[in-house]
């Protein structure tokens, strides 16, 4: 049966077609039911537009101004993708009756369709001032409101469209999109449960609300939400994927394996199994992740090219803006704020771009001030952002988000700048024919590896990573047993977060704990759920589950920082590395223990520990790692050589040097621009230290 015209999702039958045969809100009164009609309505329920088409045509060739019948003759035309016919005979029942609602939304689906979205929005406006309960055509005007970037109008329609016809699923799930838009994500959640309340059999929303769950860490709830996806539509996109990674947040590791060949086949295949960012948690290639991040490019972009006219804006300085929807306490401001106070204002503007949720803390004041212009655009869409940042006349954007959760690409896709880099934020290409560059460093792309970014690289010396010079420094650090910690035995740590652990990691930390009597394994504290699970997974391995102590979150760094002084060696995860939490572990005086992978991700460990001058903690396989672990943990003067070593180097080595890290990347700046201008095309860049 064809879906309903009006634009709510529903079949047809339950929309727009039995409103017409029950009088409701068509224009029947105009003529007298006809009996032709009603069949002709029928069969249009049914799904059978060709039969339904043929006896509207013979209704008019005897009543030509019928106007339900020339009406639902454009919705035929309409679902068939004939959009100029579409038009012509919903405008010509609409002269029959000008006041006729739902008439009146279906021109404006029309409209929308044709790409006029003034039109349509006043088709569907003219609706609501008829029939002001119209949920159909709030709903319509409230998307529409929602892809031009006015959000909170939207949310206002959605919601009286939600209020009006509560039993409507499609209602609430429009309300919950334009929530989300907003990262009112609590809201949102509550929205998408009302609607799969109101119809449990709606896929699109089980699925939206499992996507919004894991946001809220509420991670067993969405692998329930994903469940009920799957039960009703299998073959959803990106289900697959994001139900293993709930699952790999909640350390919910039960066919792990088979469940990760699933999807990395799948990945092979070209099909949309999984989205990058969970990708690169599992034992992903660089092939199968670019061919991942160009799937979900191609989905939305398609059609867009990498060059744009060439615009030598002329300033005195380099504008350079940075998009981020993670200007405020996060991992990105902690690390990049040093490097934006650093720049050097005699020969570079910089612009911040923030595009996250409205949240006002100590991180979002300090970004704030470190730009020499701040521009807030949370809420607003990509068209409205890239239409605002054009003429800012900027010279370079810095993309901080890549393939994150709040990704922004389709403000890259507008090329606003004749120059866009990919950095800091997502360990991997975009895929996008719209980024020119991507920012690494010698350890993290090899030059044999470049055929799998389709960007061009730009090769800093020592790391990629900036460290912020104002970063606390460790505080008291109290006693171990103030930590949960024994108070004597050897402390593995890994502060990394939970759906970075995989098996592989879980059983060589848990044949160490056997191995070295009287240790323990030090975490992260996770969700209940989570703990939960990895003491079944310790118990299971043969290993005492109090031998797992969990270190709860902090909001203090200076805390979290001194704690790291209890802890004897940080363990690394194999697929996807400590980023911030190993410079975080360096600072704090903790040696980490690495295992040097094959993909971006997998190798960040490792360029951080070259840029601090301790390579002999970068083993190349797993069975290296193990071993290496093994040797520490039991040659206490190696491994007290390995801490005086790292205190040595803190001061004087690269890692933590913001001021010589910052001069690298403006010069990285600097040669994309100028080649930019010289009309040439993105090149391999390499920044001689």
């Known amino acids: 049966m064809a879906p309903c015209p009006c634009g709510s999702g529903k079949r047809y039958k339950h929309c727009c077609g039995a409103a017409a045969v029950q009088g409701s809100s068509s224009p029947a009164s105009l003529l ?18 060709d039969d339904a088409e043929r006896l509207y045509r013979e209704l008019l060739t005897h009543t030509p101004e019928h106007a339900t019948a020339r009406h639902y003759l454009g919705v035929c035309h309409y679902q068939r993708g004939q959009l100029p016919e579409a038009a012509i005979e919903i405008s010509s029942a609409l002269r029959s009756n000008p006041a006729e609602p739902m008439a009146l939304n279906n021109l404006g689906l029309v409209y ?43 949310i206002r329609d959605c919601a009286a469209a939600a209020e009006y016809a509560p039993t409507l699923a499609e209602t609430h799930n429009n309300l919950a999109k334009a929530l989300v838009a907003v990262r009112r994500i609590v ?11 109101a119809n449990p059999d709606l896929a699109e929303a089980h699925f939206n609300r499992a996507e919004v769950l894991v946001e809220l860490r509420r991670f067993e709830a969405a692998i329930e939400s994903y469940r009920c996806a799957e039960a009703l539509n299998p073959a959803m996109p990106w289900l697959a994927g994001g139900l293993m990674h709930a699952q790999m947040h909640a350390c919910d590791w039960t066919d792990f394996a088979s469940h990760e060949a699933k999807i990395l086949a799948a990945v092979d295949r ?99 001030r470190a730009f020499d212009r701040f521009f807030d655009f949370h809420g607003n869409s990509d068209e ?10 900027i010279d370079i954007l810095i993309d901080l988000m890549g393939h994150t959760h709040m990704a922004r690409h389709g403000v890259l896709a507008a090329r606003i700048a004749p120059v866009q880099a990919n950095y800091l934020g997502y360990p991997g290409t975009a895929g996008a024919p719209f980024v020119d560059y991507i920012i690494a460093d010698p350890v993290l792309i090899e030059p044999d590896d470049r055929d799998y970014y389709d960007e061009k690289i730009v090769t800093l010396p020592y790391t990629y990573q900036p460290n912020d010079d104002k970063r606390e420094l460790p505080g008291a650090p109290g006693s171990r047993t103030d930590h949960g910690l024994p ?24 044949r160490l704990l ?43 760094l200076a805390t979290h920082f001194g704690r790291h002084r209890h802890a004897d ?27 040097r992978g094959d993909t971006f991700a997998s190798r960040v460990a490792a360029s951080l520990l070259g840029a601090i001058g301790l390579p002999e903690l970068v083993t190349t396989s797993i069975a290296a790692y193990e071993a290496r672990a093994r040797e520490l943990a039991t040659d206490a003067t190696q491994l007290r050589g390995i801490r005086d070593k790292l205190h040595r180097h803190r001061d004087s080595h690269p890692l933590f040097d913001i001021a010589r890290f910052t001069r690298h990347i403006e010069s990285a700046y600097v040669a994309m621009h100028q080649r930019a201008v010289a009309g040439l095309a993105p090149d391999h860049i390499a920044v001689t230290a």
Request: charged share 20%.
């Open 569 to 595: 060696l940080f363990l690394d995860t194999f697929n996807y590395n400590a980023h911030t939490t190993a410079s975080d572990a360096l600072w704090s005086g903790l040696p980490v223990l690495t295992c």
């Open 112 to 154: 929308k369709a044709q790409g006029d979205n003034a039109a349509a929005g006043q088709c569907f406006t003219h609706a609501i001032e008829q029939d002001p309960h119209s949920a159909v055509a709030l709903t319509n005007r409230g998307l529409l409101l929602l892809e031009s970037g006015r959000t909170e109008e939207a």
């Open 270 to 368: 070209g099909d949309k199994a999984i989205k990058p960012l969970p990708l690169i948690a599992l034992r992903s290639t660089m092939a199968q992740q670019q061919r991942c991040a160009r799937a979900i490019i191609s989905e939305k972009f398609a059609g867009h090219h990498r060059r744009p006219v060439i615009a030598n804006h002329r300033h005195d300085r380099l504008r350079i803006a940075y998009l981020s929807a993670d200007f405020r306490t996060h991992p990105t401001s902690q690390l990049i704020a040093g490097l934006i106070e650093h720049h050097d204002r005699a020969r570079f503007e910089v612009l911040g771009v923030y595009v996250g949720p409205p949240q006002q803390d100590e991180w979002r004041a300090r970004m704030e």
């Open 514 to 556: 056997q191995q070295i009597e009287g240790s323990v394994l030090w975490l992260l504290q996770p969700t209940e759920v989570a703990e939960r699970n990895l003491r079944r997974e310790t118990a299971a391995r043969g290993v005492d589950a109090s031998r797992l102590c969990f270190a709860p979150r902090l909001s203090s």
């Open 487 to 510: 108070a004597e035995g050897f402390v593995f740590c890994c502060f990394n977060n939970s759906f970075k652990i995989t098996p592989v990691e879980f059983d060589i930390w848990m």
């Open 384 to 393: 409205a952002i890239a239409t605002a940042l054009q003429s800012l006349e």
């Open 32 to 49: 007298p039911p006809h009996a032709d009609l009603e069949r002709a309505m029928a069969l249009h329920q049914a799904g059978q537009i």
């Open 187 to 197: 809201e949102a959640e509550a929205a998408w449960a009302r609607a799969v309340a």
